[in-house]
């Protein structure tokens, strides 16, 4: 029997759970194949139903998958947790490395800081898309919340603000050990909170930050509103193993773009070795370089000579304006020097509309 299919089972109600346990519980050679495991507490995403299900996985998978490495908690709703829940979470999930949480409600900020810390050998967290109601002041603090966790990829995406913000740098501060950091669609009220978290990654000369992926909220502006992070920039600067830099860039227009050329122009003294771009294609750009395009396309072409190695650029079509070709086409040929040397790599992403 194969078991490559049953290595990331997903589970999205009590009935999937009932039929996973007695599968792997009548089948050691699955269970011990199971390296990743993906628990959706509900289906229909418009509903706003309580997922209290989730509150049996850890007992009832208890010592039946001891080779589980990641975990996955997607579309959990408004979960009464109990401490008994979190002493079984722990004992289920030892050799768990990497925590997915995401589209998902919490009661309490206490809720999600109990379930992150649940952890404690954890290499990769993810939150994307998550929220939380109030602070529960009257927990005490349970000896998880002291840990520090090993953290070597971080990413916060589609957090909703300042305060949530403020929560999560503090709870997690203290991990010093992040190589990759990725913040999207982050919010511009939040951003002194980003620069000072760099700013502490790298006291007293100790950072090990080498990616870091970047987008800010995607805010429709008018052509005459310019964004620049000057911040940013010498913030990132302080990370001297810095090497790998991706962009998402969710306005294309002259003005709200030219945070892109300003901190690649701030990153100059950084040894580069890869730049990733992600963006559509607009009319204006198509048909020709607006200013903060030209300077982004000079910048990449003449900075870093000595450690550059690849330019990414992925275009998400939107509509049929443009045909695909014609825009790998139009990429390509205004970064010549770079195609020339065989250091351009362009793509077409998923279409949206």
Request: aromatic residues 10%; proline residues 6%; hydrophobic residues 40%.
């Amino acid at each position: 029997m194969r078991y490559n299919q049953y290595m990331a089972p997903r589970l999205s109600d009590l009935a999937s759970l009932d039929s996973f346990c007695r599968l792997v519980d009548c089948n050691p050679d699955l269970a011990n194949a199971v390296r990743d495991l993906h628990i959706r507490g509900k289906t229909d995403y418009s509903s706003m139903r309580p997922t209290p299900w989730i509150l049996q996985v850890p007992l009832r998978l208890l010592n039946l998958l001891p080779n589980l490495r990641s975990i996955t908690f997607d579309q959990i709703e408004r979960v009464q947790f109990s401490a008994d829940f979190w002493t079984e979470l722990e004992k289920f999930t030892p050799k768990v490395t990497s925590l997915t949480i995401k589209a998902s409600r919490f009661y309490f900020d206490t809720d999600l800081r109990d379930l992150i810390f649940a952890f404690p050998n954890l290499t990769s967290l993810t939150l994307s898309n998550v929220h939380w109601g109030r602070a529960d002041e009257t927990v005490c603090p349970p000896p998880r919340w002291g840990r520090i966790l090993p953290l070597r990829t971080l990413r916060l995406n589609h957090v909703p603000g300042r305060s949530e913000y403020v929560t999560l740098f503090d709870w997690l501060s203290r991990s010093k050990t992040v190589r990759e950091l990725e913040v999207l669609q982050y919010s511009h009220e939040a951003f002194d909170l980003l620069v000072n978290y760099l700013h502490q990654l790298a006291d007293k000369g100790r950072s090990l930050l080498e990616s870091f992926s970047f987008s800010p909220s995607a805010v429709l502006y008018g052509r005459d509103y310019v964004v620049t992070y000057p911040e940013l920039g010498a913030a990132l600067r302080r990370h001297v193993l810095l090497r790998d830099l991706h962009l998402h860039i969710p306005n294309m227009m002259n003005g709200p773009m030219a945070w892109v050329p300003r901190l690649l122009r701030d990153l100059d003294p950084a040894p580069l070795t890869h730049i990733a771009l992600d963006f559509t294609l607009d009319v204006d750009n198509a048909d020709h370089l607006t200013p903060d395009w030209s300077e982004t396309n000079s910048r990449l072409q003449s900075q870093w000579r000595k450690t550059l190695q690849k330019v990414t650029l992925t275009h998400y079509p939107v509509g049929h304006f443009l045909s695909d070709s014609t825009a790998q086409y139009i990429l390509t040929t205004r970064l010549e020097h770079l195609n020339e040397r065989k250091m351009l790599d362009v793509f077409i992403g998923e279409r949206y509309g």
